[in-house]
């Protein structure tokens, strides 16, 4: 008879981590990863490669090193998953029939219809993107000196997020180094982040929220809080204050206002809301029993404050030890477990040396809470691609 075939889409933390799993458990099966680049990378540091305080290699490594003995790798660009005739149709390779699939494809940025966030803006999605911006700062402030625009040094950050707070960290650090290099006085860098909500990151307390703004306006952020983002142009933001709407001129505008399921969800036609679909308590999707759905394209209630828990690599990697686990359950015809979270805490960095979070109810600030988020990283890359890989690619600098 011919073996059962497991297809995984997406390398990143959940599909990786559930490809990781199930080659352990060596199931009697044909195993597939499909990914559209030959590289994982891992996009809890993109803000890092946006900012250019690490180089976009320094956050990938090939999936081909992960991939043992019979199971097959495909690089290649999901276009839509076809439910009933279970194939998985690919922008090069065509179709590619499936027994389960673990569908794991991530996150992409969220405009939320705001007219010229799409065209003006630059999201940090991924690897490609988030060298855009690295490249566009350096060419912006390249081209100061010779028109002495001031403008072309504002940069502008939509959303006082994580992905805010992170890249601002990153950006902070980063601003010395592109002031020697370009030659650009530093009084004349503005740094803007817009926040729409009247508040930031309502997760945290109010000290370690107001620790993360003090922190960084020391390092010259310029924060507007609850000032909605309603416009992007070619070369401005324009936000609401009050009745009134006020533009400022920008060389750079980042978008880090939000983000989404992958648009292949929509394009297979699951039952979603913004990219994400409502899985089943084990994991599988509603009258597709045959697919587990994971990571950010997911959505699992938590049932403390009846919403579905953020978005996070956390939750991925813990979400991909069950997708493999309940793959082998369905080979067996056996019962398949409920995914239970299990929070371990959140760290928001700020810069090199500098973060706050919250592990259980202890606070954490400063250089301590920066040491916690290296380990953190250190571990994912760990769970992902190996104690040889975190050695070569951690956060560490002794292991270098
Ligand atoms: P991803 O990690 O996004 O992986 C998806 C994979 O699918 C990628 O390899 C991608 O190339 C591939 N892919 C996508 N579309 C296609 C396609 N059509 N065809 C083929 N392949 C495709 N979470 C935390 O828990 N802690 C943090 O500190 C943290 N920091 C973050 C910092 C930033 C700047 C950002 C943006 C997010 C951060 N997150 C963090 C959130 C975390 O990165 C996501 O929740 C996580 O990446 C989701 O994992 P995933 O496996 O669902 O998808
Ligand atoms: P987010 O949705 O968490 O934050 C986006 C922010 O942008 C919000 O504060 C929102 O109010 C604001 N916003 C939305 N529309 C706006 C507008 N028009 N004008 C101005 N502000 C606007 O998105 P994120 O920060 O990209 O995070 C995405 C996911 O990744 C989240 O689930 C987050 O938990 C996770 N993440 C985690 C970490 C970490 O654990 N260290 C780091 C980064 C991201």
């Not at 809890?44 to 946006?50: D, F, I, P, R």
């Not at 142009?233 to 936000?239: E, G, L, P, R």
């Amino acid at each position: 008879m011919a073996k059962k075939q497991i297809v995984i889409l997406g390398a990143g933390y959940g599909g990786l981590r559930t490809l990781r799993n199930l080659q352990k458990a060596k199931p009697d099966a044909e195993i597939t990863i499909i990914n559209k680049n030959d590289y994982h990378y891992e996009a809890t540091w993109l803000h890092e490669v946006a900012a250019g305080t690490i180089e976009a290699n320094d956050a990938c490594f090939p999936i081909k090193d992960q991939v043992k003995g019979a199971t097959k790798f495909i690089q290649d660009a999901v276009i839509k998953v076809n439910k009933e005739d279970k194939t998985v149709e690919l922008e090069q390779h065509g179709l590619i029939s499936y027994d389960y699939l673990v569908f794991a494809l991530g996150f992409e940025s969220e405009s939320f219809g705001t007219p010229g966030v799409d065209e003006h803006t630059l999201p940090i999605a991924d690897i490609p993107s988030t060298k855009r911006i690295r490249e566009h700062i350096e060419t912006k402030f390249s081209q100061w000196k010779t028109t002495q625009n001031d403008e072309l040094l504002t940069i502008v950050v939509g959303g006082a997020g994580f992905t805010g707070f992170e890249f601002l960290g990153e950006l902070t650090n980063r601003i010395p180094y592109l002031v020697k290099q370009y030659d650009v006085p530093r009084e004349k860098i503005r740094i803007i982040c817009i926040e729409a909500a009247p508040s930031v990151l309502p997760m945290f307390t109010k000290d370690l929220a107001n620790y993360a703004i003090s922190r960084l306006e020391d390092r010259g952020v310029e924060f507007k809080i609850g000032h909605p983002i309603k416009e992007a142009t070619a070369d401005s933001v324009i936000y609401a204050d009050g009745e009134e709407r006020k533009e400022i001129k920008c060389g750079t505008f980042i978008w880090g206002a939000g983000v989404r399921g992958s648009g292949v969800v929509g394009a297979s036609g699951f039952e979603e809301r913004r990219g994400r679909v409502m899985v089943n308590a084990n994991l599988t999707v509603p009258g597709n029993e045959d697919i587990i759905m994971i990571g950010d394209c997911s959505a699992v209630m938590d049932t403390a404050n009846n919403r579905p828990y953020p978005t996070t690599a956390q939750i991925a990697i813990q979400q991909a030890d069950y997708a493999a686990a309940n793959i082998i359950a369905l080979l067996n015809d056996q019962p398949l477990k409920d995914f239970v979270y299990k929070p371990k805490g959140t760290v928001c960095s700020l810069g090199d040396n500098d973060a706050m979070g919250l592990v259980g109810d202890k606070a954490l600030k400063g250089y301590r809470a920066s040491v916690l988020k290296k380990v953190i990283d250190d571990r994912s890359i760990a769970m992902l691609g190996g104690v040889s890989t975190m050695l070569k690619k951690g956060k560490f600098q002794f292991y270098k």
